[in-house]
């Protein structure tokens, strides 16, 4: 007999999305996701524990212990994750024995020795949408205790809040670059992409070659005077309008490529207007 997967969630369209918007599919998000498996592995003694997200077919990785693959990397498909039955509820699923469990008595971890006992917990956002599964796996019969189960719990709702406050930063960002680039487009129409990216550099007070700002000084967005550059009154009142200012620029800041990919099909709507 073959393992038979989970069926879908009933909000199982609406959960998809929320995992979209999270945009993190694919980025390596191990250095901030790593503690919150390793802190669970050592309170409880389970020997591979992971953090993951399902989209529509696959089931892939946030962070790891000792589990295959890296940040980033799709585990499995979907229909053969044992994590598929977790999502389906707002509650632990918890199988210290996972041969006589009729869910996954016939998972090929489970026939291998691999996994002997499993405790899934639903990775929930604050739309209560369960993304994924934060997952604890042994090679031999293990049951958790009441507190484990509470104090594993308590580090997932946390794991859950940053993957909002994540996403939740990324659409301000998102939403602030795209007014810049709706004022820039309003004061220079026909200017390019790299001199949107000029400008930014100029109200950002990073250091951009004399040769590449031709355009904003016709544009009368920027002077060079003894070979310092500095923006003209125009240049600082579009800066004020862009909400480009040092201090907000600075809370602006996000990392990684994930960000960078935003950021770029931010500027691209720049040629479109």
């Keep these: 007999m073959n393992f038979i997967p989970a069926p879908m969630p009933a909000n199982e369209t609406r959960r998809q999305e929320a995992v979209e918007r999270l945009k993190i599919k694919g980025t390596d998000q191990h250095d901030v ?9 050592e309170l409880t003694g389970f020997t591979a524990v992971a953090a993951t997200l399902f989209d529509a077919d696959s089931q892939y990785s946030l962070a790891s212990c000792n589990f295959p693959g890296k940040s980033g990397d799709i585990l499995m498909d979907r229909a053969q994750s044992i994590c598929s039955y977790t999502i389906l509820s707002d509650k632990p699923t918890l199988i210290p024995d996972t041969s006589s469990d009729e869910r996954t008595a016939h998972h090929p971890a489970v026939l291998s020795g691999m996994c002997k006992s499993y405790a899934g917990f639903p990775i929930i956002n604050k739309d209560n949408y369960a993304l994924g599964s934060f997952c604890l796996v042994h090679p031999e019969k293990k049951a958790l205790t009441e507190q484990q189960i509470i104090l594993v719990q308590k580090l997932v709702a946390r794991l859950a809040h940053q993957l909002d406050t994540q996403s939740e930063q990324r659409e ?3 939403n602030k670059i795209q007014e810049a680039i709706n004022q820039f487009s309003k004061v220079a129409p026909n200017a390019s992409l790299d001199d949107f990216k000029y400008f930014i550099s100029l109200c950002s007070d990073k250091n951009v070659s004399l040769t590449l700002l031709r355009n904003l ?46 950021v770029d099909d931010m500027l691209s709507k720049l040629g479109e207007t």
Excluded: P, W
């Design 33 to 41: 996701m790593i503690v919150y498996s390793e802190m669970a592995q």
């Design 172 to 174: 301000v960002t998102s």
């Design 217 to 262: 000084i016709d544009l009368d967005l920027c002077f060079i005077e003894d070979t310092k550059v500095s923006l003209t009154q125009k240049g600082r009142d579009t800066q004020q309008k862009m909400g480009l200012q040092t201090q907000i620029l600075q809370k602006m800041k996000v990392e990684g490529d994930a960000a960078d990919n935003m």
